[in-house]
């Protein structure tokens, strides 16, 4: 019995091609992602440290108030795009499987301070009351997990809560013990967000606002970050949301120091 096998063989080579141009191609967009993350970082660094300066006036007036409101926002832009180069090189990391968790034991009450103090600042620009609450059982548990991820996690939720909460609403940060679980909620009072848009909101550059001026301030990577942090942890988020009730994001981050092992 004989049999014509030129065609699977074919077929087969062109899947090997294609796995290979593939894999090139990662490969390729990694070092590009890595080479500019590092080019335009050094620039950038420079203009918000030099318009930080003239913001302050540190070394006299400059004449023109003008001169002043300019140089606040070309620092406010540097830092925008800093942090956009940061979100698009973390995401590219976690993508290529290359993004290092380093497991540490987590001061709860420390590291809700430090998000809450970092975003008090545009909260308080924005009219917003902002309040953090550490429930009592929180401090008798181990959290074991990367305190650099945690800080963007927050961070990442806080600053979606205030950007998307209207004048005199409210952003709230709660940490409770849920089962295995710290659970991080961040809570707003904002538009809210509909239903059948949820699924999408963790997928990296969705965006879901009709607002044109709120979608130039984001690319719609801050809640699929999130949500990959959390899942290097063994973790999960989870969001709730009514439209003019405001949304609800929580994280459940395992205290377990094996599932933080197990996800590296």
Known sequence: MTR???ERKKYELQLME???KAE?????KSRFLANM??????PLNAIIGFSDMLKLEMFGTLGNPRYVEYAHLINQSGGLLLDLISDILDMSKIEAGKYDLHPEVVDVEELVGQAVKLVSGRADAGGLTLAAEIAPAVANQRLFADMRALTQILLNLLSNAVKFTPTGGRVDVKVSVTGNNIRFMVSDTGRGIPKEFLPRLTH???QVTNDAELS???TGLGLALVRSLAELHGGTILIESEIDQGTQVMVDIPLQRQAVQAAQ
Not at 37 to 42: G, K
Request: zero cysteines.
């Open 4 to 6: 014509d096998m030129s």
């Open 18 to 20: 294609a796995r290979e």
């Open 24 to 28: 090139a191609a990662s490969r390729t």
């Open 37 to 42: 993350s590092h080019e335009l970082r050094t």
């Open 204 to 206: 990296a550059f969705e």
């Open 216 to 218: 130039k301030q984001g």
